[in-house]
């Protein structure tokens, strides 16, 4: 019970308010007198001029979940089947140095980044000796916030999938390996299907917090640089365009409609998350 309590007082509430503003004008215009106007939040994203700053936001926000996922995904399978190598001697030490990205708070990390990439003064155009505008520049900055969260996620699936290559039988190889199966052969039969019982959940999942991932992005470029006759930046997915709805431009009521369709799109990968892996499935 008081663990129910604090769930409906710290969460359900605030999430159940958060709806019902966005089906009201709240803003700072009509901050103690907002009204209730229906659909209208959601109707303005979907038409007018927001609706090209919805799209190029929606498209973004999912590239930039999959991109992440992928590149984590592969970057940690790759360091684990390093890793997972009897001759390799000195992999305990190259373990510890590989999770120092997931030991570290994640937004030292990212402002540790911000300083390495900073145009002026920055240590890799200093080492380098050009003055690349890592976070000026659009294109680049989608790259510089990509390739920072792939770094800050790549040692949970290394660790992941090194745990699971570990409780693979060696019999299974050995055996492939009499029967003339090459190590490509082995590592599709067998590596791939034991892995994905694993990986699959944890990707779906990680989808879904990428999607939603505000730390990276605010505090690495907060959505900047800017495009033009648009209020979201470059580099601003859905939430980090809600919050500057709401912080910045006063919208709370557009903003929390956001809020509402980022539940919806993170509610269904949950419910697809749940659904193929059976969580909620009575043992038999």
């Not at 959940?201 to 939603?212: E, H, I, K, L, R």
């Amino acid at each position: 019970m008081p663990a129910m309590i604090i769930v409906v007082l710290c969460s359900l509430i605030p999430n159940l308010y958060s709806m019902y503003i966005a089906f009201t004008n709240y803003s700072l215009y009509h901050y103690t007198n907002f009204q209730f106007v229906g659909l209208k939040n959601f109707i303005t994203i979907v038409t007018q001029k927001e609706v090209g700053t919805f799209v190029r936001v929606f498209t973004w926000t999912f590239s930039w979940a999959i991109i992440s996922v992928v590149g984590m995904l592969g970057i940690g399978l790759i360091l684990a089947i390093i890793l997972n190598t009897k001759d390799f001697k000195t992999k305990n030490f190259y373990r510890t140095l590989l999770i120092a990205p997931w030991a570290i708070p994640a937004f030292i990390s990212v402002l540790m980044w911000q300083g390495l990439l900073w145009p002026d003064s920055g240590v890799i155009n200093s080492l380098m000796g050009t003055k690349i505008n890592w976070l000026g520049d659009p294109n680049l900055a989608r790259f510089s916030v990509l390739m920072v969260n792939i770094w800050l996620g790549f040692p949970f699936f290394m660790t992941l999938c090194l745990g699971a290559l570990q409780s693979i039988p060696s019999e299974l190889f050995e055996a492939a390996g009499v029967d003339g199966a090459s190590k490509f052969q082995q590592f599709l039969k067998i590596t791939v299907p034991s892995l994905a019982v694993t990986l699959f959940p944890a990707a779906v999942m990680s989808f879904a917090f990428n999607f939603n991932q505000f730390l990276s992005i605010y505090l690495l470029t907060a959505g900047l640089p800017p495009v033009a006759g648009s209020r979201a930046g470059a580099t601003d997915i859905l939430v980090t365009y809600s919050y500057k709805l709401a912080f910045t431009l006063f919208k709370y009521g557009l903003a929390c409609a956001y809020a509402v369709i980022i539940f919806i799109v993170i509610a269904g990968i949950c419910a697809i998350n749940f659904q193929t892996s059976g969580t909620f499935k009575e043992a038999k």
